[in-house]
């Protein structure tokens, strides 16, 4: 004669109940995650041949961020790592404090850049990564607000950053992604119209950021 094991009932339903809510859980991460996986797939593994970019496209597995070695700090000093800015698209230069008019003219375009974008303006942040400790000039510093004026390690950001044969990477304006993955490098003395572009073209197929 069978009888029934109210115990082994009651073991067997929470067993289900639990892998249906496994189930559950990694279904909401999958619809989360997908939008990322989509991006990633799309422009680092996928090149269609008629994908036309002005900027260079950069592998970041071969050029990731260094964070620790690049030691990126405030004006004062307290420490500011560029994830801080994951989940925007970073345009980003460097140089010494003494901003001659090669460095203002690569701020302003910048600043320029951020703005021809319109309403998508929002998804863009501007980075000055600074190379070396000298106080940098108040009148540069009020004429760019809005770009994040950081300091970094220079020797760190010279082995990071690639640059044109015979080039340096002051010269260059460099795009990083979302996912905080540097990902494009314009050429020296970029034509803004093209830069504006790729970086349109860039915030509409991008569903991050």
Not at 40 to 61: E, H, M, Q, S, V
Not at 148 to 163: C, H, I, T, Y
Request: charged fraction near 20%; charge should be positive; aromatic fraction near 8%.
């Amino acid at each position: 004669m069978q009888t029934n094991n109210p115990e082994a009932t009651q073991d067997s339903s929470n067993k289900q109940a639990q892998n249906t809510g496994r189930w559950k859980l990694l279904a909401v991460v999958a619809v989360c995650a997908f939008p990322i996986i989509a991006s990633y797939f799309t422009y680092y593994i996928i090149k269609p041949t008629g994908r036309n970019n002005y900027g260079a496209l950069i592998d970041p597995r071969l050029h990731p961020i260094p964070e620790a070695q690049l030691h990126v700090t405030q004006l004062d000093g307290e420490a500011a790592p560029l994830a801080q800015f994951k989940g925007k698209w970073v345009m980003l230069q460097t140089g010494p404090s003494d901003c001659q008019a090669a460095c203002k003219k690569l701020l302003f375009e910048m600043q320029q850049l951020r703005l021809m974008q319109g309403k998508e303006r929002e998804r863009i942040e501007r980075v000055w990564l600074v190379t070396d400790a000298q106080p940098l000039d108040t009148l540069v510093m009020r004429e760019f607000d809005g770009t994040s004026m950081l300091r970094v390690n220079g020797d760190a950001l010279k082995a990071w950053l690639p640059v044109e044969p015979g080039g340096q990477a002051a010269d260059h304006l460099y795009l990083i992604d979302p996912l905080g993955n540097l990902m494009m490098r314009f050429p020296k003395d970029a034509d803004p119209s093209k830069v504006k572009k790729d970086i349109a073209k860039l915030l509409k197929a991008s569903a991050i950021g």
